[in-house]
């Protein structure tokens, strides 16, 4: 079994490799440009590097340059490109050798360059449609009235990290993500695995991942733990991405798109797009939130969810879409038992059936309590926490009256008393 140490070595020794096979190729070159005639053996050395080249290429992983090419789709001569720039980052002498190979002094590739220099040219290599410039894998830097093919070819900075076997997220993109916690099937709540299984088997009978997985409910934390148990299934890595940081500029979002489906090709990962906050007042104005998320959506690849607190409009169509509730009040239960203990079993069932929280909201209260509460009045620090943590909620929707009257306090009739009791012992039992 290979170690990454392994891989690593092998890389280094296919740019190796690869960096001197091309210095050959410049150097003949060199000579072309300026009429010198070229050694009787010239043709040795390069045969020689050739076969060093081969041999470097014919392992297992590949080396990041040929694994990058087929992810991204380049031809040979698109790679060939892409390694001549590169080459300016990693070798001092490149410089030097672009100048004196072209007819006007330019220490730096060109496309006219490659042209000349490598086998197979093809003159679509510089579309904006083909993988050399679709995935911004090299930039162009061309001022006013000089020719494409003429002005300087520069790698990114991203893929010539890449190419010496440094994988990191682009950091025009990483500014925007947080990596949410990995999550495992068994983690999840038995309602919340089914619909984790449901979105798996989808997955699975998808060949080509185009649309998005929209997750519907008014849980955040509920959806994003399904989110990362699906992702995690497949090797992914899950990243959140608020659907609010999505550029307003149209240009702007082109690129962070382009660029978040390159590193979903280059890296083992998943987005989750939080639209928990613009799923509503869809609007055909290009700033607005949904428009833009729209736009994201269909720009963009890899596995990809889209959490919504209510269904969206017609302007994303999902592979799949599920609601994602909460546990249900017997899940719920079983979560405050676990934290409770078996002594716990009536606070648990009576807190499950006053209050509708997640399994992170319970862990974390049960913390709070834990380290606020005065020794054996546990349960009572619990009750106080919920009420502290659901209170905001309920706020938006009604006015808090603190309650000051007993049972005893109440003078009515035993039958309107009985009604009353009937009604506060249906609420206590509402969760059955």
């Known amino acids: 079994m290979s170690t990454p140490g392994d891989w690593q070595a092998r890389n280094s020794e296919y740019l190796a490799a690869a960096l001197a096979w091309l210095r050959l190729k410049l150097e003949s070159a060199v000579r072309r440009a300026h009429g010198a005639p070229s ?20 392992v297992e992983p590949a ?15 698109e790679r060939d490109v892409l390694l001549l720039c590169v080459a300016m980052e990693l070798d001092i002498r490149t410089a030097t050798l672009c100048a004196g190979a072209q007819d006007e002094p330019r220490q730096y590739p060109t496309y006219a360059l490659a042209l000349s220099l ?45 190419v010496k076997g440094l994988n990191y997220l682009d950091d025009r993109v990483a500014p925007l993500l947080n990596q949410v916690p990995a999550a495992t099937l068994d983690s999840l709540p038995g309602s919340q695995r089914s619909a ?32 990362a148990a699906v ?24 690129t962070l798109a382009r660029l978040w489906q390159r590193e979903s090709m280059l890296l083992p990962l998943a987005l989750y797009l939080d639209a928990h906050e613009v799923d509503r007042g869809a609007s055909a104005s290009p700033d607005a939130p949904l428009t833009r998320l729209a736009r994201f959506v269909s720009r963009s690849g890899g596995l990809m969810f889209v959490a919504t607190r209510d269904p969206l409009s017609a302007a994303i169509h999902p592979l799949v879409a599920v609601d994602v509730t909460k546990p249900t009040p017997m899940e719920q239960q079983a979560a405050w038992m676990t934290v409770l203990g078996s002594q716990g079993a009536p606070a648990a069932k009576r807190l499950a059936g006053q209050f509708n929280l997640n399994r992170n ?46 049972w005893n306090s109440i003078v009515l009739p035993k039958a309107e008393t009985a009604l009353l009791q009937q009604v506060a012992a249906q609420v206590e039992a509402r969760a059955r």
């Not at 040219?121 to 579309?127: C, E, G, K």
């Not at 449901?198 to 008014?218: E, N, S």
């Not at 619990?382 to 659901?390: E, G, M, Q």
């Open 39 to 58: 050694p009787g053996d010239d043709a040795a050395p390069l045969e020689a590097a050739c076969a060093r080249l081969d041999v470097a290429s014919n």
């Open 63 to 77: 080396p990041a340059l040929l694994m990058l090419a087929r992810r991204l789709g380049l031809s040979a001569f």
């Open 118 to 162: 490598f086998d197979e040219p093809a003159w679509d290599a510089l579309s904006p449609e083909r993988p050399l410039r679709y995935w911004r894998l090299i930039e162009i830097n061309q001022p006013a009235a000089q020719p494409l093919v003429s002005s300087a070819l520069r790698a990114d900075e991203r893929i010539v990290s890449f």
């Open 196 to 227: 984790a299984r449901h979105l798996i088997v989808a997955l699975q009978a998808t060949a080509h991942l185009v649309d998005p997985i929209v997750l519907v409910g008014r849980d955040r934390d509920s959806k994003r733990q399904v989110a």
């Open 231 to 254: 992702a995690a299934s497949a090797g992914l890595q899950l990243c959140r991405l608020p659907a609010d940081m999505l550029p307003a500029h149209g240009g702007e979002l082109e």
């Open 361 to 406: 909201e319970i862990a974390a209260i049960a913390v709070r309590a834990r380290k606020e509460a005065e020794p054996g009045a546990i349960e009572e620090g619990i009750w106080r926490a919920c009420r502290l943590r659901t209170r905001p909620t309920l706020e938006r929707l009604a006015e808090r009256i603190d309650a000051k009257a007993t």
